[in-house]
């Protein structure tokens, strides 16, 4: 087949628009002069600015927080989630349930942010509870809808399952728990590790539901940066940016080199 | 072991024993015997301990909260905290009254800013989906017409921007498109004012005239479009490269050997098989698109009307709960519902 020159140069092209925006956020993380977009000279003062910044760092410690707890409950609702939808035969309110896991998926943030928002009010009017927003109601609010990815990324890696493993569990008389523990739970494992870190990096990203459910003195890293940067570029953003972006890339990069240097096990069909 | 105990499973007890036989150390405790017993005292079976936390969870934390919002939409804005009035009201003589105000709602319909807005997303979401395909499209065409080895590290290049944070990626076109940005500093460099004189003056006969540099492209629309295609960029490729993988490579040699140009091929073969990661792919762009509110607020303009911006802004700004709350529920039945009926037709279609 003759190969066109069209489609590798669009391509390339592509490319470069993915990561012209990255590439030169980083370089200007190291300049000099307080304009992001005019070169100064090289200095590493911003990271320093950075560092020394408490508002950055607790708002950083706060997301990790939230997220690590978010993903985590996220991946136990969600797991039980996909269980019960691509396991169990017929219950009442399995349509609910794969609809009201399905929703968060299409529904846009601010609805969601609102609506939270709207029910924590109400639950401390006549409950009590949550006294005040904060921690707490952020971390509700990402565990919802993160459960819905873990869901999708779980049952899928359910439906593909060989069955004939758990129906063998089965007949030699394993319980349906111990089925699952035994057998169900360490093939699934690697979709379970990347719904844990997909749901951690979208709790981490996320600015609208965490505005809307926080309280005062509980700013997550993005609402901070979006602040900072309604105010216009500021190089420390950048130095932060390339820090966030250094430590993704590094992550996958390894990820990736793991993988490509494992030879490819295919189960049996 | 007795034939019982076998049939039964593989209790603690018999395990633990033949391990002692076999000089081996007693195993763990697991919980699930434990757990099973426990659940089972309570009067749940094993399936209701799946089913019952995340279902309790989601009708509290999704729909409760959905039905609130309908409550909220339907009562009237005051000044207090929280700023709407109780719906329900319980007079000294304990008569329960219940006021529905439609205010909110006729409120929406009489200013037009709101049907602007829905428009105006509408047709930003879809202007930036047709731009993403466009972009989207080679892409995932090289990526899966490229060797194996290559082919990892480009899908790997495709998403590794996904992995880092949305908002800072938004940012970094702050810088680009800002008047004398990144873009202006390197088209002035290149000489291409020079290139817009000339064309001007061969343009001037027809009136046509391109605005000199710097270019205005941050706080437009077209600062959206791009914040958008940049954003989704990964989700529009990543289905059209599973569905372009699969293209038999033999039907394209066919197209050629009876005589069709590359871009008839494209045309008749490729583009038709492809459909399914087209529509995928765009999907998965105009939906998050429509309801966006950090890339119309960082560049975009004033006057760019989304609906996302709208519903923040009567919250956080003019503190108005219920016309908020009106907002969210026209655009649950404006936009939400008819994508999920969407996805469920697709769905069914597709497990057909």
Not at chain 1, 80 to 100: E, I, Q
Not at chain 2, 123 to 136: M, N
Not at chain 2, 299 to 315: A, K
Request: include cysteine.
């Amino acid at each position: 087949m003759k190969r066109g020159l069209f489609i590798p140069i669009v391509a390339t092209l592509g490319f470069i628009f993915l990561y012209a925006p990255i590439i030169s956020l980083v370089v200007f993380s190291f300049n000099e002069s307080k304009l992001v977009t005019v070169w100064g000279g090289f200095s590493t003062k911003w990271y320093g600015e950075l560092f020394a910044n408490p508002q950055v760092l607790d708002a950083g410690l706060l997301s990790l927080r939230v997220a690590a707890a978010s993903a985590t409950i996220a991946l136990i609702l969600g797991t039980l989630c996909a269980v019960a939808l691509s396991r169990f035969r017929r219950f009442r309110g399995k349509t609910l349930l794969g609809g009201m896991v399905s929703a968060p998926l299409v529904m846009p943030d601010v609805i969601t942010g609102l609506s939270l928002l709207l029910l924590f009010v109400a639950m401390e009017e006549v409950f009590g509870w949550p006294a005040g927003r904060g921690e707490l109601t952020i971390i509700i609010a990402h565990s919802t809808f993160c459960m819905a990815y873990v869901t999708v990324v779980v049952a899928s890696r359910l439906s593909d399952l060989d069955q004939s493993l758990e129906e063998a569990a089965q007949d030699l008389g394993a319980i349906p728990a111990r089925v699952f523990f035994d057998i169900t739970l360490p093939i699934i494992a690697p979709a379970l590790i990347s719904s844990w870190l997909l749901s951690f990096t979208l709790s981490l990203d996320d600015l609208v539901i965490a505005s809307f459910v926080s309280g005062p003195g509980s700013s997550t890293l993005p609402m901070v940066i979006f602040s900072k940067i309604k105010l216009g570029v500021s190089p420390d953003v950048n130095a932060l940016a390339s820090l966030i972006i250094g430590v993704v890339a590094l992550g996958v990069i390894i990820a990736t080199i793991i993988q490509l240097r494992r030879p490819t096990k295919k189960a049996p069909a | 072991m007795g034939e019982l105990e076998r049939r039964r499973g593989f209790g603690a007890d018999v395990v633990t024993a033949e391990l002692a036989t076999a000089g081996l150390p007693r195993p763990v405790w697991r919980p699930w015997g434990f757990l099973r017993e426990r659940l089972t005292m309570m009067g749940i079976g094993g399936r209701w301990a799946v089913i019952l936390p995340p279902l309790l969870w989601l009708l509290i934390f999704f729909l409760i909260p959905l039905i609130v919002v309908i409550k909220i939409a339907f009562s009237e804005s005051v000044v207090g905290q929280p700023p709407y009035m109780p719906l329900l009201t319980i007079s000294p003589e304990g008569d329960v009254q219940m006021t529905l105000h439609l205010s909110n709602f006729i409120f929406l319909t009489q200013d037009h800013l709101y049907l602007d807005a829905y428009l105006s997303s509408l047709k930003i979401a879809a202007i930036s989906t047709i731009l993403a395909l466009l972009v989207g499209y080679p892409m995932a065409y090289f990526i899966a017409r490229s060797g194996d080895r290559a082919r990892n590290i480009l899908l790997m290049l495709v998403i590794l921007p996904f992995w880092s944070s949305f908002l800072l990626r938004v940012y970094a076109w702050i810088g680009f498109l800002k008047n004398n940005g990144v873009i202006d500093n390197t088209l002035e460099a290149l000489g291409v004012q020079h290139l817009i004189d000339a064309l001007n003056a061969a343009l001037a006969p027809l009136g046509w005239a391109i605005p000199p540099l710097p270019w205005a492209m941050l706080y437009t629309d077209f600062g959206v479009y791009i914040g958008i295609v940049y954003t989704y960029l990964p989700f529009m490729i990543l289905p059209l490269y599973t569905n372009l993988v699969k293209l038999d490579g033999a039907l394209l040699e066919a197209s050629a050997d009876l005589g069709a140009k590359p871009f008839r091929t494209f045309l008749s073969v490729t583009l038709p098989l492809s459909m399914p990661g087209v529509i995928a792919g765009s999907m998965l762009v105009f939906i998050p698109a429509i309801g966006e509110y950090v890339i119309p607020q960082l560049l975009g303009g004033p006057s760019t009307l989304m609906i996302g911006r709208v519903l923040w802004d009567e919250f956080f700004t003019n503190r108005d709960w219920p016309t908020a709350s009106a907002v969210a529920i026209a655009m649950l039945v404006v936009v939400v519902v008819p994508l999920m009926i969407l996805q469920r037709a697709q769905n069914a279609v597709v497990e057909r």
